[in-house]
C-alpha cells in the first residue's frame, strides 16, 4: 500500500476552518499519513471520536484514544446539499497522526502543504514537495 507523509501548517482548510487541525492537535502544525480509508482497522481498542462541520461544508470526524486523548486521526465527509435531499459523498483518504505511531521514524514526510499558514519561525523541510496552499 502507497502512503503519503504530510506536514500541513496552520488551520487545514483556511480561514473557515474553526475546528482545524491546529486547534485539534494544539501546534502550529502537524505531521498525517494519507491512507486510503477502506485500508485501516484498529487491531485493539475502540477509539471515541468527535464531528463537526469544519465551515466549508465537510464533516470532519477527529478520532482519539478513549484511555489517553491523544489523537490518533481524522476524515471527512462532504456534505452536498440537493433540493430534493442531503446526500453524502464520502472521503476517500483517512489521514493519521504521524505522532500516534509506535515508530513514527519508518514514514518519514514526503510534502508541506498550506505553507501560507507556516509560522516564520518554522523552517521548511528540505528535499520533498512544498505547496502553499492544497486541493484535495
Known sequence: MAVDTVTRHGRKNGDTDASGVQKFTGAENSMAIKIPRATFTYL???????????????LVTRE?????GSGIMEYGVRLMRSWLAAQEHAGEYTYIFHGSLDDPTVLPPKAEFFLK???????????????????A
Open 117 to 135: 499558514y507556516k509560522a516564520p519561525w518554522q523552517p521548511e523541510i528540505p528535499n520533498i514537495t512544498h505547496k502553499q496552499e492544497h486541493k
Open 44 to 58: 485493539t481498542g475502540v477509539p471515541r471520536k468527535h464531528a463537526a462541520d469544519n465551515g466549508s461544508g465537510t
Open 64 to 68: 482519539f484514544c478513549a484511555e489517553c
